[in-house]
């Protein structure tokens, strides 16, 4: 494991949500502050506002990719090409490696544990850890993040 998977893994751990961990593990590569990274990526947690939608590792993935291949000119549709192949060759890792891009799919959620979700989230307990797989699809969001950039 690299130094930044190394890192998004233990942000995670201390209590950051699955895309704010990501993507400050690599904002001081951007010359971004944790504390503006931290904000940047909140609402991102949780499959966005813990709707169980997007996984919030890969929406901190896609973040770090804007700031490597985005770009500023909205008529560049060169560029906004090569932003959208490096999304999509990330997804497509991502998927390879974890078996989805969606929240509750990775959480294995049934329909009924699905739709007993609230806004607040859990409290971070051993046995949060231990029954989510979290912490490792952020490490594993970050090895690919690495490898790639």
């Known amino acids: 494991m ?5 890192r998004a893994y233990n942000l995670f751990k201390q209590g ?11 904002c001081d590569k951007y010359g971004i502050d944790e504390e503006k990274a931290a904000v940047l990526a909140s609402s991102f947690g949780g499959g966005m506002g813990r709707m169980r939608e997007v996984c919030g590792a ?8 804007s700031l490597e291949t985005g770009s500023a000119d ?3 549709i060169e560029a906004k090409r090569a932003n959208y192949e490096s999304v999509q060759a990330l997804a497509a890792r ?6 989805s891009l969606i929240c509750r799919e990775l959480l294995g959620l049934t329909k009924q544990q699905e739709s007993a979700q609230t806004a607040t989230p859990e409290k971070r307990t051993e046995q949060y850890y231990k ?19």
């Not at 690299?2 to 190394?6: F, K, P």
């Not at 950051?16 to 690599?26: E, G, T």
């Open 2 to 6: 690299g130094e930044r998977a190394d």
């Open 16 to 26: 950051y949500n699955c895309s704010q961990a990501v993507f400050m593990a690599f």
């Open 58 to 65: 890969f929406s901190g993935m896609l973040l770090v990719n």
């Open 74 to 76: 909205a008529s560049d």
């Open 94 to 99: 991502f998927k390879e490696e974890n078996g």
């Open 131 to 149: 029954k989510r797989p979290c912490a490792e699809i952020v490490k594993s969001a970050a090895e690919i993040l690495e490898e790639t950039f």
